[in-house]
């Protein structure tokens, strides 16, 4: 509520940004000191992307008189919509993932998408620009590559997906290929221990000695 001095009469509320503030409940009431009008009105801020800005509510009097009340409204990024995991094909190879999206009216809207700054290179997203289809579609798929340059770490990307008044971003992380350990076969048969190395060892200078006795006339 706001109080200002004028005469009592007709009032009329307009803002100058109806997409990012709504005007609810407007009115207005005489109250003493006479000459004293209270203002009484709410505003809805419902952002769909970050943003900071000044708004101004214009309060006009059929009387004649006009009173403008800025108001600077401001938002912080949302927590991430999803988190997109792409595993890699292979080194120099694009792995690709989809994600579909509408805009949150009948009409179709434009569309910027980028990865934010930090995200890792081995990362790309296509088309870049566009239009998001309308409410009851089956929505705007936006492709993410995945081309790894090397393997033993996970590489990160944020995709960020911006309309006029809206915005969703994505966690990606790029992983490795899955790995097992291969097992082999032998394409030469193990040659198995010979019956003379195993057993019992043959004593040849008692052989020697039996046949030397053998031979003495």
């Known amino acids: 509520s706001i109080g200002i001095n004028a005469e009592y009469g007709e009032f009329t509320f307009s803002l100058d940004d109806n997409n990012l503030l709504k005007l609810?409940?407007?009115?207005?009431?005489?109250?003493?000191?006479?000459?004293?009008?209270?203002?009484?009105?709410?505003?809805?801020?419902?952002?769909?992307?970050?943003?900071?800005?000044?708004?101004?509510?214009?309060?006009?009097?059929?009387?004649?008189?006009?009173?403008?009340?800025?108001?600077?409204v401001s938002s912080t990024p949302a927590t991430p919509d999803d988190n997109v995991v792409i595993r890699a094909n292979g080194l120099h190879k694009d792995s690709v993932a989809g994600i579909r999206?509408?805009?949150?009216?009948?009409?179709?809207?434009?569309?910027?998408?980028?990865l934010e700054q930090g995200s890792d290179p081995d990362f790309r997203v296509f088309p870049e620009k566009g239009d998001l289809l309308p409410l009851g579609t089956e929505g705007t798929l936006i492709y993410?590559?995945?081309?790894?340059?090397?393997?033993?770490?996970?590489?990160?990307?944020?995709?960020?997906?911006?309309?006029?008044?809206?915005?969703?971003?994505y966690v990606i992380q790029g992983q490795s290929p899955s790995f097992s350990v291969p097992v082999g076969v032998a394409t030469t048969p193990i040659r198995q221990p010979s019956n003379a190395s195993s057993g019992t060892r043959k004593n040849f200078i008692r052989q020697n000695m039996r046949k030397i006795v053998q031979k003495t006339p």
């Open 24 to 72: 609810q409940h407007c009115s207005t009431s005489q109250i003493s000191p006479p000459g004293l009008v209270l203002v009484t009105f709410n505003l809805v801020f419902a952002p769909g992307k970050p943003v900071r800005k000044t708004v101004n509510l214009t309060l006009d009097s059929s009387e004649g008189g006009r009173w403008v009340f800025p108001f600077t």
């Open 101 to 114: 999206l509408n805009s949150l009216t009948n009409s179709a809207v434009p569309y910027r998408a980028y």
């Open 144 to 169: 993410l590559a995945y081309k790894p340059t090397l393997y033993g770490k996970v590489h990160n990307a944020k995709l960020v997906v911006q309309t006029a008044n809206n915005e969703w971003s």
